[in-house]
């Protein structure tokens, strides 16, 4: 079966990502070594613009279409990391972009999007049809709808993240290692995966997922796709999604190992370490790469895992929590 | 008068640095030009190794003595950033390092530059000269005493953030701008200053230091040495010395423009904002140059500020403080 992304699209979005993304830091710290037994890199995509990796795809997808659909403006739905890296890159590229959210989303999620230029319109979960509101404003104003993660461009944005983690390995002297990525719908998972089975054929790719929220994994295992019983409940909100992508799994199929899974009190340590011995603020979402790599030596094949620290969107009740984490 | 450092210094630090020392990135959020009214850029230190800059000068003078010299051993005075940059950079270099530190200091700072695997030798602040002891130990056992900044080998080993600073400014385009960087000692602002003076001329230094701990600021008013009426009491402990350098204080003399001060408010709230909206760990002496390019607009003379955020070493009591400092 033919792959929706070649390696030529990660580079063609890596061209017109250069000057506008930020490259982000291989981070590691004695301590987490210490912790895990062995050598631990963690590419700290919670530095990205908008406090997540989702700034890539977005800005790649917005990049990718031609000067009238692009002028006419984007649309996305989000209540999280991917409205602010679809109203971020918008605003670069000084278009309008109208963000579809739940009207119950915290209020600070409302406000950053707006405070990034975008237009929120907000909908009622159960007396509106969220999709069938998209529609009807992409026909009314000529909308481009930029999906989270289903969609070639998105996928190979977030693949860049994954050029620049064969490079900075490779300049450290690392050419064989794990590499651990946080996994929602597969968007990151898979861009990363190919440019790495390219770059770095010896690093081997694994997703990791809240546990109980391991659809990827069992659809990995099975062959075919699976979906989480609920969508909800889990403190990782940012990477929970019904089913891994159309596009996305038959990649992951193609490029990665088995998936894993870490508890949320795992993810709030990860957090905790993240804070004290990288310097950086994660979400629990964004640090279930790290809680593997940290707390997971069974799986450990390499000498070296590269987890991806992939967002750090965190409200402070939840960060407190984490730093009350026992250690 | 000639200056303890020429650029040449810095290169020559900067290339025994290659590889080992971390290159931080430069960030920004649209949300902290939003509140300073001009782009702010932050040169992220607290993401160096062990969390602060001091990793730079301390592997710069360590890789700077002869082999039989380092390999008799390091000694340093610190119970803080320095302590851990020193242990950290004999540890790479395979040779021992003595740390003296005050028995009342914190027993987590002791224990992380045990950790890293230096010996750690206490001693009582009140009863036992310091000096007198660090002279016996470095006589007893060839050890080489690295100073935390009245050293030309350290200073242009904090230079070297100082050359990367240049570069990384001006892949963005940024030639010209303030550059406010939080200074104790003095040893990172006349690094930083000496490698701008040379590749980036059009840029303009001025030490951050806390209100009424402003040796700096009123030794470089004064042309001479000036010092703080006390050096307790501040939250800003990481950056508060007696008076400057010996060394340091000519080069800023020469290089560096009106010394800035802030109060510790405005300190939590920079380490505030740099938690929500760069997702970086900032302990208040390393947010100081943050809080002045956040809060005094009065002081702007360029339409780019870059702030050097120099180190992220905060104790969960003060970090919950700054979270909690209101807006």
Redesign the interface.
């Known amino acids: 079966m033919t792959l929706a992304i070649s390696i030529d699209t990660i580079h063609a979005a890596d061209a017109r990502l250069r ?1 506008h993304k ?4 291989l ?1 590691s710290s ?2 987490l070594d ?1 912790i895990a037994g062995q050598r631990i890199l963690v590419k ?1 995509e ?2 990205q613009h908008t ?1 997540s990796f989702k700034f890539r795809g977005a800005f790649s997808a917005i990049s990718a279409l031609d000067g009238p659909e692009r002028a006419r403006g984007i649309l996305a739905f989000s209540s999280g990391n991917h409205a602010q890296g679809v109203a ?1 890159a918008a605003r670069l590229h000084g278009v309008p972009a109208v963000i579809i959210m739940p009207q119950d989303a915290p209020a600070i999620k409302i406000n ?1 999007t707006r ?2 230029g975008a237009e929120v319109i907000l909908y009622d979960r159960d007396r509106e049809d969220r999709d069938a509101l998209g529609d009807d404003l992409a026909a009314k104003r000529g909308l481009t709808l930029v999906r989270p993660f289903d969609d070639p461009q998105v996928i190979a944005g977030q693949g860049t993240a994954g050029l620049e983690i064969a490079q900075q390995a490779a ?2 002297g690392v050419t064989s290692a794990q590499v651990l990525v946080c996994c929602g719908g597969g968007g990151l998972t898979s861009g990363i995966a190919t440019a790495l089975a390219h770059h770095a054929p010896d690093m081997r790719v694994h997703t990791v997922e809240p546990a109980g929220f391991d659809d990827v994994a069992r659809s990995l295992a099975a062959g075919e796709h699976r979906t989480n019983a609920r969508t909800s409940g889990s403190i990782c909100d940012a990477i929970v999604t019904p089913t891994p992508g159309k596009l996305t799994l038959p990649i992951m199929a193609q490029y990665c190992q088995a998936g894993l899974s870490v508890t949320d009190e795992q993810a709030l340590r990860a957090v905790k370490l993240a ?1 004290q011995r ?5 979400e629990p979402g964004g640090a279930v790469a790290l809680a593997a790599a940290l707390f997971y030596p069974q799986h450990v094949t390499h000498d070296t895992v590269i987890a991806v620290a992939s967002g ?1 969107n965190i409200d ?1 009740d939840m ?2 929590r984490a ?1 009350n984490t026992a250690d």
Chains 1, 2 share one sequence.
């Open positions: 000057g930020r490259v982000t830091p981070l004695p301590f210490d700290a919670c530095l406090g971020l950053n405070a990034l300049d450290m804070y990288l310097k950086i603020v994660l750090g402070d960060f407190l730093m």
